[in-house]
C-alpha cells in the first residue's frame, strides 16, 4: 500500500507525564515503551496506516479515510488499558484529525498536521479525541457500543478557530476525564489567529525556555518579522505554566506613555477605584498571582514601559513579562532573543532542489501556504518552484513581506510577483483588513519604525543603503562620513541601527560585519535619493573600494595574500557594485585600475569569465591613463589564457607589451614577454615561446623581478614537459619553487608542486606525487582556489588512492569534474595524458556501476569534505 496522500487522516499520540516517569523509575518505562511501541505499531499498521514518524514515545500515523484511523485508536487504546496492565503501561492520549497535506520524502508537513498535535495535547490519558472532520464522516459507521461524546467548541493552542472536539467512548475504555487541556481552561486574553503558525520551532522552544527562567524576556527584531505572532503563541504555549492567566496587551495605538496603565487595567478586565492611581490598583489587584503580561509593540515608548516594568516586577514577584519590539528595554536582568528572517534557501542551491526539498525551508512553507489561502488550487511544482524560492529569498524570509506576496497569487503567477519584486513597496501593498493600518503595507511597516528614529539615525541609515551584501565598520566610516555626519559618530550611531533591528550585525567572524535586509536596503535607498545623496554617495563608495582593492593585491607574502583574498571574498558585492558604478559613468581610469587590481582574485576564486567581462568593457572605454590601461590588458592576456582563447590571450599581451615599452616599465616588459610566451605555448608556435620566455627570464634576473623570473621558469618548464626534456622540466619547476619559496608566494608555489607531481606521476613514482599534490592542496584549500583544488584531486585521485581506495579516488575526480564545470575550466592540453592515465586506471580497478555511484557521490560533496577525504 504507498504512502497516503492528498486528504490524509491523522493519528497522533503521547504518553502523559513520560518526562517524570524516565526520571523516577526508568527500568520500568523502558520495558512499559517495548510493549507500547508493539501494541501501537500493530494496531496502525493492521488497519492499513502509516507510521511516517516517532518522536520519543510519540507516534504520527497517517492513513487513507478517518474510519480506518478511528478503527486503528480504538485497538491500540483498548489494548494500552487491558487491566492486564494496570500499573505497568503509562496512559496515552490521543488525537485524530484529517484535511490536506503534503508529504515530503515520508512525512507530511501542513495545518492538518499542527492541528492534530494541537488536538491531542488537550486529552488526558486513556483519552481518545477526534475532530468535528473526523465525527463527521466516521459516526456512521462506528461499531456496535461504540459512540461519540460530544465535548463542546475549544480553543486549541494553535490560537486559530475554535475546534468542535469529540471522545471516542467504547465498552472497554475509561470514560471520565478532568476537563480539557484547552485555551479555555486558564485565564487569559489571547487574541485568535486566523492563520496557521508556521515555522519558528527553534525560536518557539527557545522563547519558551526563557520565558520560565527569566522574569523579563525582551523578543527584538525589525518590523514585519512576525514578533508578535511568535510572542502570542509563546503565551498560548505556556498557559499551564501561568495559572493567574498570560495577558496580551497591545501598545501600538497607545500615543503617550501616560495611558499604559489604563492599557493594563483594560486588557485584564481591572475596575477602576475612585482615587486610587490606576498602576496602583493593578498592582493591588494582581498583587498575589502568578501570571504573564504579553506587552506588544514597545518601541514607540520605550522609556515608558521600561520604567513601569521596572515597577511593575519590583512589587509584583511572581509577575513575569515578554515585551516585543524593535529595541530592547534596557533594564538590568532583561533576557534578549532576537529573531530576523524565517530560512530560505540560498540562490545558487536552489537550481539543485526540488519542490519537496524547497519545503523543508519555513519561508517556502508560509508562502505556499498563505498561497493556498488566497488561491486554494496553488501547488509548489517544478514548474514553479524557482519563482517561489526566490520570492523567499529576495523577500529576505519576512512573514509580514511573504504573507502580502502570498495574497498576489489570487491575481498573478509567482513569476509575475518575482518579477516585479524590484517595486516591492507598490507591489507589497493592500494586506488584509484585520491587519493595523502600519502592517498594510510593506512600507508602512518601516515607515512605523523610521519615524522612531533620531536625524542623525535617519542619515546613517539612509546612507548605508550604498553599500551591497554588508560592510565593515571601517567602510562606513570611510564612505558615509562627511561635514554633516564625523566618523567619530559613525560605530554610536551604527550601534544604535543594530538595537533598533534597522541592521543586522554577524559578529561570528573575526572582523564584525554589518549588514541590511534587503527590503530594509531599499527603503533606505529611496530615502538617500529623497534626500539628494545617492549618487554622491555612490561615488566615494567606488573610491573607497578602488582603494580596499589596490591594497594588498600585489602582496606576495602567504598570509598578506590569504588575507587580501578574504577582504575581496567579503566585499564582493560591493566591489561589483563599484565596477557598475565606474562603467554606468563612463570613467575608464576608475573601471580599468579596479579591473587591474581586481584580476587576480578573479583567477584565483573560479570567477574568470566574469572578470573577461568587465575587463573587455573597461578596456572599451576611450581614455584613462596608459598605466591603468597596461595593467589591465595584462590582465586580460592572463583570463584569456584561463579561458583557452589563446589568440585573444596573444592580442592582449602585444597591446600591454607595447605599453609598457612606452612606459619603459621593465617588470611589467617582462611580464608581457612571458605572458606571449605561455599564449605561444598553447598556439604550439615553440620556438616563439623559447625566445620569449629566455628573453623575459634574461630581463627579470637582471632587474631583480623574482615574482616575473618564477613565472617564466615555470613557463619554461612547460615547454620542456611538452617537448618530452623531463630532466630540464624538473629543474625549471624546481628553481621556480625555490624563488617563490624566497619572495613567500605560496599560491604562485602551487603551480610548480603540481607540475612536479605530474613528472612524478608520469614515471609512476607514486609516493613523490602524492608528496607534492598534498602539499599543495592544503595552499589551494586555505586559499580556495578552486582551480588548484581541483588539479590537486586529480593529482592525489591517480597518486594515491587508485590503488589502495578506487571508489575514494572516483568520489575525487567526480569533485573535481563538478569544480570544473562551476568556474567553466578544462584540463590543460600537456596535463591531459596524465588524467586520462588515471581514468584508465581507475576503470580497471572499478566496475562501472560502482565507479559512477561514487563518482557522482563525489560530485555532490562539499569542496571542504572532498579535502578531507583526499588528505585523510
Not at 501556504?369 to 520570492?391: D, K, T, Y
Not at 510577483?417 to 508602512?444: M, N
Request: aromatic residues 6%; proline residues 4%.
Amino acid at each position: 500500500m504507498g504512502i497516503p496522500s492528498g486528504t490524509v487522516s491523522f493519528l497522533f499520540t503521547d504518553i502523559v507525564g513520560s518526562t517524570r516517569l524516565w526520571e523516577t523509575e526508568p527500568e520500568r518505562m523502558r520495558q512499559a515503551l517495548r510493549l507500547h511501541d508493539q501494541i501501537l505499531r500493530r494496531a496502525i499498521e493492521s488497519a492499513g496506516g502509516y507510521v511516517f514518524k516517532t518522536v520519543g514515545d510519540a507516534f504520527c500515523a497517517a492513513f487513507a479515510g478517518p474510519s480506518v484511523a478511528v478503527a486503528a485508536a480504538q485497538a491500540a487504546q483498548t489494548a494500552l488499558c487491558e487491566p492486564r496492565h494496570e500499573g505497568f503501561l503509562p496512559r496515552v492520549r490521543m488525537g485524530l484529525h484529517l484535511g490536506m497535506a503534503d508529504e515530503r520524502e515520508g512525512d507530511y508537513f501542513g495545518p492538518a498536521v499542527n492541528r492534530t498535535a494541537r488536538l491531542m495535547s488537550l486529552g488526558h490519558g486513556g483519552q481518545i479525541l477526534l475532530s468535528l472532520a473526523v465525527a463527521e464522516l466516521c459516526r456512521d459507521a462506528l461499531p456496535p457500543g461504540v459512540s461519540l461524546k460530544e465535548l463542546g467548541q475549544h480553543r486549541l493552542k494553535d490560537l486559530q478557530r475554535p475546534e468542535q472536539v469529540f471522545q471516542l467512548e467504547a465498552p472497554e475504555l475509561p470514560r471520565d476525564f478532568p476537563p480539557l487541556q484547552s485555551l479555555d481552561r486558564w485565564p487569559n486574553n489571547l487574541p485568535a489567529q486566523l492563520s496557521s503558525f508556521v515555522g519558528r520551532q527553534e525560536a518557539l522552544s527557545q522563547l519558551r525556555r526563557q520565558v520560565l527562567a527569566q522574569r523579563l524576556v525582551s523578543l527584538c527584531g525589525p518590523g514585519g518579522a512576525g514578533k508578535t505572532r511568535l510572542a502570542i503563541q509563546t503565551g498560548g504555549e505556556l498557559l499551564d505554566q501561568f495559572p493567574d492567566g498570560v495577558w496580551f496587551v497591545d501598545l501600538a495605538p497607545l500615543a503617550d506613555g501616560e495611558l499604559l496603565p489604563r492599557a493594563l487595567i483594560d486588557a485584564l478586565r481591572i475596575d477602576e477605584q475612585a482615587g486610587k492611581p490606576l498602576l496602583d490598583t493593578f498592582v493591588e489587584r494582581m498583587a498575589p498571582a502568578r501570571f504573564l503580561l504579553i506587552l506588544d509593540n514597545c518601541e514607540h515608548l520605550v522609556a515608558a514601559v521600561a520604567h513601569c516594568v521596572a515597577g511593575l516586577l519590583n512589587r509584583l514577584p511572581r509577575l513575569s513579562v515578554l515585551a516585543t519590539s524593535r529595541e530592547a528595554l534596557g533594564l538590568a536582568g532583561e533576557s534578549l532573543v532576537t529573531i530576523t528572517s524565517l530560512s530560505a534557501p540560498e540562490a545558487e542551491r536552489v537550481p539543485a532542489l526540488s519542490p519537496d526539498a524547497l519545503l523543508g525551508y519555513e519561508a517556502v512553507r508560509l508562502f505556499v501556504e498563505r498561497a493556498q489561502a488566497a488561491a486554494p488550487g496553488f501547488r509548489l511544482e517544478s514548474g514553479n518552484a524557482q519563482a517561489v524560492a526566490e520570492i523567499c529569498r529576495r523577500l529576505d524570509g519576512m512573514p509580514l513581506a511573504l504573507e502580502l506576496a502570498a495574497a498576489r497569487v489570487r491575481m498573478l503567477s509567482v513569476e509575475q510577483i518575482a518579477s516585479r519584486l524590484a517595486d516591492r513597496f507598490r507591489l507589497l501593498a493592500g494586506g488584509g483588513r484585520e491587519l493595523l493600518p502600519r502592517q498594510q503595507t510593506l512600507r508602512a511597516t518601516i515607515d512605523w519604525g523610521h519615524e522612531l528614529l533620531s536625524l542623525e539615525e535617519k542619515r546613517l541609515l539612509r546612507r548605508l543603503a550604498v553599500f551591497a551584501g554588508g560592510w565593515s565598520l571601517e567602510a562606513a566610516e570611510g564612505v558615509v562620513a562627511d561635514g554633516e555626519l564625523a566618523p567619530g559618530l559613525v560605530l554610536d550611531l551604527l550601534s544604535r541601527l543594530v538595537d533598533k533591528s534597522f541592521v543586522v550585525a554577524d559578529t561570528a567572524q573575526d572582523l564584525p560585519r554589518y549588514r541590511f535586509l534587503e527590503t530594509l536596503r531599499d527603503y533606505a535607498r529611496a530615502r538617500a535619493e529623497e534626500a539628494g545623496e545617492w549618487q554622491p554617495l555612490r561615488r566615494r563608495h567606488l573610491e573607497h573600494f578602488i582603494a580596499h582593492a589596490e591594497q594588498g593585491a600585489g602582496q606576495r607574502e602567504h598570509a598578506a595574500q590569504l588575507s587580501w583574498l578574504k577582504r575581496m571574498a567579503a566585499e564582493l558585492d560591493n566591489l561589483r557594485t563599484a565596477l557598475v558604478c565606474a562603467d554606468e559613468a563612463q570613467d575608464a581610469d576608475s573601471l580599468l585600475r579596479l579591473c587591474a587590481a581586481l584580476y587576480p582574485f578573479w583567477e584565483v576564486r573560479g570567477y574568470v569569465g566574469e572578470g573577461s567581462a568587465w575587463l573587455a568593457r573597461a578596456l572599451a572605454l576611450e581614455g584613462g591613463a596608459e598605466v591603468w590601461r597596461m595593467h589591465a590588458q595584462l590582465a586580460a592576456c592572463r583570463l584569456a589564457y584561463r579561458r583557452k582563447d589563446y589568440e585573444a590571450s596573444r592580442d592582449f599581451g602585444e597591446a600591454g607589451l607595447k605599453l609598457a615599452r612606452r612606459l619603459q616599465d621593465k617588470e611589467c616588459i617582462a611580464l608581457a614577454l612571458n605572458r606571449l610566451g605561455v599564449a605561444a605555448v598553447c598556439l604550439q608556435h615553440m620556438d616563439v615561446a623559447k625566445q620569449l620566455l629566455e628573453k623575459s627570464v634574461q630581463l627579470a634576473r637582471a632587474g631583480g623581478q623574482l615574482a616575473v623570473l618564477a613565472l617564466s621558469l615555470n613557463s619554461l618548464g612547460e615547454v620542456a614537459r611538452s617537448e618530452g626534456q623531463w630532466d630540464q622540466a624538473r629543474r625549471c619547476y624546481a628553481e621556480a619553487l625555490d624563488t617563490n619559496r624566497l619572495i613567500g608566494d605560496r599560491l604562485k608555489q602551487v603551480d610548480q608542486m603540481v607540475n612536479l607531481g605530474l613528472i612524478a606521476q608520469a614515471f609512476e613514482r607514486w609516493p613523490e606525487a602524492a608528496a607534492h599534490f598534498d602539499q599543495a592542496l592544503r595552499i589551494c584549500a586555505e586559499l580556495d582556489d578552486k582551480a588548484g583544488i581541483a588539479y590537486c584531486l586529480e593529482g592525489l585521485a591517480g597518486a594515491r588512492w587508485v590503488a589502495q581506495e578506487p571508489a575514494r579516488a572516483a568520489r575525487l575526480l567526480g569533485h573535481a569534474a563538478a569544480l570544473r564545470q562551476l568556474i567553466d575550466e578544462s584540463i590543460q592540453e600537456l596535463d591531459r595524458p596524465s588524467y586520462e592515465a588515471t581514468l584508465a586506471r581507475l576503470e580497471q580497478a572499478l566496475a562501472d556501476q560502482a565507479r559512477g555511484v561514487a563518482w557522482d557521490e563525489g560530485r555532490h560533496l562539499s569542496t571542504a569534505d572532498a579535502v578531507g577525504l583526499a588528505l585523510a
